[in-house]
């Protein structure tokens, strides 16, 4: 188990509880102090609560309807990044239909990295979300998926190309550039496989396709040929 730093109150349930609508409520009375910057308030919430007591503090900060309160929710969570475990999965599943913003789906997808770390067998979960008709929680698997790949997490390429091909026409910019990414990326071990993906998506945007034949020049003047044949006929 961690340690942390001297709590500054002991609490009961009813008294942790109370404490933290006296938070939302007003920071000031909180802390008995100036409202300090979020990042500092974030390391308060970590040197005082465990993980398990911290998921409270996140649902109370993240149902309030404040963008803040949201804000600081998912910057303390990160602080606990080396505590994450299947249970932290279970609770992240929960909010995925509830994120409001790109930035919020990324920062979930980057937790969704830490949780993989340790608990690998989350990419079957990953996959399934790539299937979802709610394009937010596509969104959410693709961003994980980026996530996992930039910090050199992949155990199993295979679900990665399966979660690409997946999404591989989806309309929006940010989910093109991690999928041109994750191409990129991937064809360094699985360059052949990728090669012919490419070749069938030959269509691709832009955003996709200039990151993803980065080191595959010769693709890139097949299309302008093929580009040039169409606009001939």
């Known amino acids: 188990m961690i340690k942390r730093g001297k709590p500054l109150i002991k609490l009961n349930n009813k ?4 404490d933290v609508k006296k938070y939302i409520k007003n920071t000031r009375e909180f802390y008995k102090d100036k409202n300090p910057e979020l990042e500092i308030l974030a390391g308060k919430f970590y040197e005082e609560y465990s993980l398990v007591n911290f998921y409270k503090i996140f649902n109370k900060l993240w149902n309030s309807g404040l963008n803040g309160d949201r804000e600081l929710a998912l910057l303390s969570f990160k602080l606990y990044k080396d505590e994450f475990d299947i249970i932290t999965w279970k609770f992240l599943e929960r909010k995925f239909k509830e994120i409001r913003n790109i930035e919020e789906l990324n920062f979930i997808g980057e937790m969704i990295s830490y949780i993989y770390r340790k608990n690998q067998t989350i990419i079957k979960d990953i996959l399934y979300l790539s299937k979802s008709n709610d394009i937010w929680i ?5 961003s994980a998926c980026f996530y996992i790949v ?3 997490l992949v155990n199993n390429q295979d679900i990665l190309i399966e979660v690409i091909k997946r999404n591989i026409h989806d309309d929006n910019i940010f989910i093109q550039q991690i999928l041109g990414f994750l191409l990129k ?21 832009d955003s996709i396709y200039f990151q993803a034949t980065e080191k595959m020049k010769y693709l890139r003047k097949l299309r302008q040929i093929k580009k040039l044949n169409s606009y001939v006929r």
């Open 15 to 18: 008294d942790f509880l109370d």
């Open 138 to 142: 596509k969104r959410i698997s693709i």
């Open 150 to 152: 930039k910090r050199d």
């Open 185 to 205: 990326k991937i064809s360094k071990s699985k360059k052949e496989e990728i090669k012919m993906l490419i070749l069938k998506n030959h269509n691709l945007p």
